[in-house]
């Protein structure tokens, strides 16, 4: 079945450095990824849709400067938390289309970001 | 604005009962919905959809019931096994195929031995 990989699973940085968060599709080719952000007790928050070759698409409230979205390829959609901050602390996870509706859509394990 | 809720955070159901977990929404324009099952340390994992048009799919021990007047929908899950232990999402959408699914908060089910 389709398995998307995410990188890292935990990350732990100080405030105002920048962290990459990657997101692999191992055994398909996604066209479109999607990143989700988790605050605790909360629901999965989608933050913008990626596609590959073009701009991110960000919802509204995502600041496109501070989380910058790569999507070079077709298997692989990068994230970066730019100037981090302790607000940025939380659950950031990825998910890849393969094109067949929501049932293929296959979330990776997710990121624990914590900024100190 | 939390548009899908499921109110209940966490819910603990003796081994081979049916176990009941409900979520609301508000939107009206919401026409497709889902349910999520995530173990710790993964990614969520489709397991169950339905479309408005439906007020019932069935998937072997799994069944989603929707009541659009209520905009209520609910998993069950019959007979429930341990290994069914796991934080569920139920997710919903404007239509299928759209971008942004709307989740909810999510509920912990235990299932004990």
């Known amino acids: 079945g389709a398995v998307v990989s995410q990188h890292p699973s935990r990350v732990i940085c100080k405030s105002g450095t920048s962290v990459k968060i990657e997101c692999r599709s191992l055994?398909?080719?996604?066209?479109?990824m999607f990143w989700y952000r988790q605050f605790p007790k909360q629901s999965l928050m989608l933050m913008a849709t990626?596609?590959?070759?073009?701009?991110?698409?960000?919802e509204q409230g995502v600041e496109k400067d501070k989380f910058l979205i790569n999507h070079a390829s077709l298997t692989l959609s990068t994230l970066t938390v730019t100037s981090a901050h302790p607000e940025d602390s939380s659950f950031y996870i990825c998910?890849?289309?393969?094109?067949?509706?929501?049932?293929?859509?296959?979330f990776g394990s997710g990121t624990r970001l914590t900024v100190v | 604005d939390q548009q899908v809720k499921q109110n209940s955070p966490s819910l603990s159901v003796q081994e081979g009962r049916i176990s009941i977990l409900n979520c609301d929404y508000t939107?009206?324009?919401?026409?497709?919905f889902l349910w999520y099952k995530k173990y710790p340390a993964e990614g969520p994992t489709f397991l169950i959809s339905?479309?408005?048009?439906?007020d019932k799919n069935e998937d072997g021990r799994f069944t989603v019931f929707l009541n659009k007047s209520a905009k209520h929908l609910s998993l069950h899950i019959v007979p429930s096994q341990p290994g069914d232990s796991a934080v569920y999402f139920c997710?919903?959408?404007?239509?299928?195929?759209?971008?942004?699914?709307?989740f909810g908060t999510g509920t912990r089910l235990t299932v004990i031995p």
């Open positions: 998910s890849a289309s393969t094109g067949r509706g929501y049932y293929g859509y296959t």
């Open positions: 055994d398909f080719q996604a066209t479109t």
């Open positions: 990626s596609n590959e070759g073009s701009k991110a698409t960000y």
């Open positions: 939107n009206s324009m919401f026409d497709y």
């Open positions: 339905i479309s408005s048009i439906k």
């Open positions: 997710a919903a959408s404007a239509s299928e195929g759209a971008n942004n699914l709307f």
